[in-house]
């Protein structure tokens, strides 16, 4: 059986980078039981030993106030790992070592890595890895994770703790005198009682006490009701002496003592500064151009813009060759198959399904190959403090920047990598509000949509009444976040208090690991629910079939056109071929049947669930001014936004029309009595809110890590869009529009 | 040597923090990133809208808001 090894560490010590140089390729991501944060584990070979090695989550601390720190608390506790490679910044060893002090106090072998030597010794900092390894009691082990410098000698030493037998010793930090003796008061008491014996060590169980940890304290009343109760009393006792005295409380003097006794260890000739008191460190001297305030903002809308121009322009090189592969293939089956239901449902459910599927990952792809050379090079955090101001006026986090850009912030991006983009979050929060909020961005779907209208009602403006859009989607979109933070996801703000991490070129396995983790993972997780929700939407667009005999009189009507022409025009477009040169009798013929097939499917939409639902519908949707078609269109929408054009043409009975070529709808939308502006305006504003596509519902239900989100953002978007759109087609009608 | 709110400093001005006035999950987060009493630091710039607040402490750079800094004293010179 192989041990296992747990690897802790603050974020940005290189705590993943020295994963990856140990694990290689041979990863496996999972999730920790119940949450959506990632478990990453990976098998390392020491000559014949063979370990375990588990990438717990970054934390600064272990208390259990965040789910990344509770998720490695537990690991530490409940599984035992035969030692915790505790991975410390060496060029910010301070505030390190706060972890290091506390994963020793759980009383668990550890072995601290030393990383990031090179970027210390750049600074002018040295360190003595033996002075500190001999004043902390664990063994210390410099490394340079990046280039994989060290990491055999780390190996070598944990496994030479893994090996010992004798649990190791508590180290003796004073709490001052107060936390002191409360201390020396409730240790004897939890080690008779033997409370919480089996995970922690007495003196750590009395720290969390006094620190009124709350899982501690109610995993200790489930124990011991008595003996919780007592220590809670001393605990107590404690807290409001220090509250009298010292105007503090002991989970604060408990952190004050923990950083001084750092600092006297550090003191203990552990660092030697090379006179580097004012010299401006390689990323200062960068932050003063990129985060300068009137440079800051432009070079970073530059930065975006290129991002975005680069995600998109590269996606969409494999996009068509997917495109056209799956069009080969539908090519393939509708030549060989006989016409039938069956036929339909691999056609139009299954290959169009998986093709919708597979169609999003080019952009998944490189969306998250740029956002993780943005992130990894320590850049985004950068995005995320100047915009933060702006952001946290609305209850968002600065960091939600990213998703609402990526969903089409700039008109035309996608909501799935953008939703999926808001796991760079690390409030819960902030980061659910921008979850629900970044589907009413313009993604690239909506905007053939967009582009319909105009062309039909504003076309002399459209430039303008494009910004007009974009800037209503932002509003919208910070204003409903504002509306979600002071109703259903209340709150107070999750402080902006994080670290700017020096830049780092990122390392091109670190970036291509995560790029692959999360497009995979999309294939995985969301592929099959899309799947099977588009082969449902199938079914509602073609059941129940057109009655025989309605069939029956279109075929009349086709056999009657074709016995009135000439039997030589009829062979000219039998079979049909493309590009064929036609007499003036041929194409009118071929017009008039194209006409009849048109109808049919008209008729045949309008007898299907789908159609009926829109026809039902039509009661209450004449108040924003959207007849029955508009209504298929808009059901037909809720599989993929890009289906409303194609669906609309379908109800105008033109056929299913090309999103790209859409000139013939917009004509006939622009003739039809039934629209006018203010018509298909209250759908621009309709479509920008309501339901996200299927495949971004089944993304956020995802990341929120509950369906009730899922059907959350189906409803509240839909009425929320149906309201905005009631209130701009009577509001307009009244002011004469 | 006179006692301000963290919020009041000028850009790269140096102070030593004396006391961290905020409690809760919000007193937490201070703490753990290391601003506790006796950190000397320094104010490496702030966000073009002045805010949020830039500090290099300890060897690295630290950022939190300005109603955040409000709850730390800082002993500064002049």
């Given at each position: 059986m192989s041990q296992t090894i747990a690897l802790a560490g603050?974020?940005?010590?290189g705590k993943t980078t020295l994963f990856n140089a140990l694990t290689g390729a041979r990863q496996h991501v999972g999730n920790y039981p119940g949450v959506t944060v990632e478990k990453k584990s990976g098998r390392y070979k020491l000559s014949d030993q063979q370990f375990q090695l588990v990438d717990l989550p970054g934390t600064y601390?272990?208390?259990?106030?965040?789910l990344e720190e509770v998720i490695a608390r537990d690991f530490i506790a409940t599984e035992k790992p035969a030692v915790v490679i505790d991975i410390v910044d060496a060029a910010s060893l301070e505030r390190n070592l706060y972890l290091s002090l506390q994963i020793i106090e759980m009383g668990v072998p550890v072995c601290i890595a030393l990383n990031m030597m090179d970027v210390a010794k750049t600074r002018g900092v040295r360190i003595d890895a033996d002075r500190l390894s001999e004043l902390l009691g664990v063994p210390v082990v410099p490394t340079v994770a990046r280039s994989g410098k060290g990491k055999k000698e780390l190996m070598k030493a944990a496994a030479r703790v893994a090996g010992k037998t004798s649990p190791p010793a508590a180290p003796d930090i004073s709490y001052g005198a107060d936390i002191d003796q409360a201390l020396s008061e409730m240790e004897p008491l939890i080690d008779a009682g033997g409370l919480l014996a089996a995970y922690y060590p007495a003196r750590w169980v009395a720290l969390k006490y006094l620190e009124a940890d709350k899982q501690i304290v109610s995993a200790g009343d489930a124990a011991n009701r008595q003996l919780s109760a007592r220590l809670q009393h001393i605990a107590g006792r404690v807290e409001k002496h220090l509250n009298h005295t010292l105007d503090t409380y002991p989970e604060a003097l408990i952190a004050d003592q923990r950083f001084g006794y750092i600092k006297g260890i550090i003191r203990q000739g552990v660092i030697h500064l090379d006179n580097t008191e004012n010299r401006l460190f390689l990323s200062d001297k960068i932050d003063r151009v990129l985060i300068n305030r009137m440079a800051g903002p432009l070079i970073m809308a530059g930065v975006l813009l290129l991002l975005y121009h680069f995600t998109f322009a590269l996606s969409e090189i494999p996009l068509i060759w997917l495109e056209n592969g799956f069009s080969a293939l539908r090519g393939l089956v509708d030549a060989h198959m006989a016409e039938g239901l069956f036929k339909s449902l691999l056609i139009s459910g299954v290959i169009d399904g998986v093709g919708g599927v597979v169609g999003f990952m080019p952009i998944i792809m490189f969306m998250f190959l740029g956002i993780t050379i943005l992130e990894d090079s320590g850049y985004l955090v950068r995005v995320a403090f100047m915009l933060d101001r702006v952001f946290q006026w609305f209850g968002?986090?600065?960091?939600?920047v990213m998703p609402f850009i990526v969903s089409?912030?700039?008109?035309?991006?996608?909501a799935v990598p953008g939703v999926m983009a808001t796991r760079t979050l690390k409030s819960p929060k902030e980061r659910l509000a921008t979850l629900l909020t970044v589907p009413f961005m313009n993604c690239g779907a909506k905007l053939p949509v967009f582009a319909l209208l105009i062309a039909a009602f504003f076309a002399y403006n459209k430039a303008w009444m494009m910004f007009v859009i974009t800037l209503i989607s932002w509003g919208g979109a910070l204003l409903i976040a504002k509306l979600l933070r002071i109703t259903i996801i209340r709150g107070a703000p999750t402080p902006f208090i994080m670290e700017l991490p020096p830049y780092r070129m990122p390392t091109l396995r670190g970036v291509l690991i995560h790029t692959w983790e999360r497009s995979w993972q999309y294939l995985r997780k969301a592929g099959t629910i899309i799947l099977a929700i588009s082969i449902l939407l199938w079914a509602m667009m073609t059941f129940p079939h057109l009655p025989a005999d309605t069939v029956r009189g279109f075929e009349t009507t086709r056999q009657q056109i074709v016995a009135e022409a000439a039997p030589a025009v009829v062979r000219e477009i039998t079979p049909p071929r493309a590009g064929q040169e036609l007499s003036a009798a041929a194409s009118r013929l071929k017009t008039r049947l194209a006409a009849i097939n048109a109808e049919k499917a008209q008729a045949a939409l309008k007898h299907s669930i789908a159609g009926r639902i829109g026809v039902s519908l039509e009661n209450i949707s004449h108040l924003a001014g959207f007849d029955w078609r508009t209504n298929i269109a808009l059901v037909g929408g809720?599989?993929?936004?890009?289906?409303i054009v194609s669906t609309l043409g379908t109800a105008y009975s033109m056929g299913a029309v090309e999103a790209q070529q859409s000139a013939g709808l917009s004509r006939q939308l622009a003739d039809s009595p039934s629209w006018r502006p203010l018509t298909a305006f209250s759908l621009i504003i309709f479509v920008m809110f309501y339901s996200p596509c299927f495949v971004s519902v089944v993304c956020i239900a995802r990341e929120a890590g509950s369906w009730k989100w899922g059907a959350f953002t189906m409803v509240f978007n839909t009425v929320l869009a149906f309201i905005l759109a009631v209130a701009v087609y009577q509001g307009g009608r009244l002011l004469g529009f | 040597m006179q006692r301000i709110s963290m919020r009041y400093m000028k850009d790269h001005q140096s102070g030593r923090i004396t006391a961290v006035r905020a409690r809760g999950e919000l007193g937490r987060r201070i703490r753990e990133m290391g601003l506790v009493p006796g950190t000397a630091f320094s104010v490496k710039g702030r966000a073009p809208?002045?805010?949020?607040v830039a500090l290099r402490i300890m060897g690295f750079t630290l950022t939190l808001r300005n109603n955040e800094a409000d709850h730390i004293e800082v002993a500064v010179e002049g």
């Open positions: 603050n974020p940005n010590s601390s272990m208390t259990a106030y965040s968002l986090h600065g960091s939600s089409g912030g700039i008109a035309g991006g996608c809720f599989a993929a936004k890009e289906v | 809208l002045k805010d949020p």
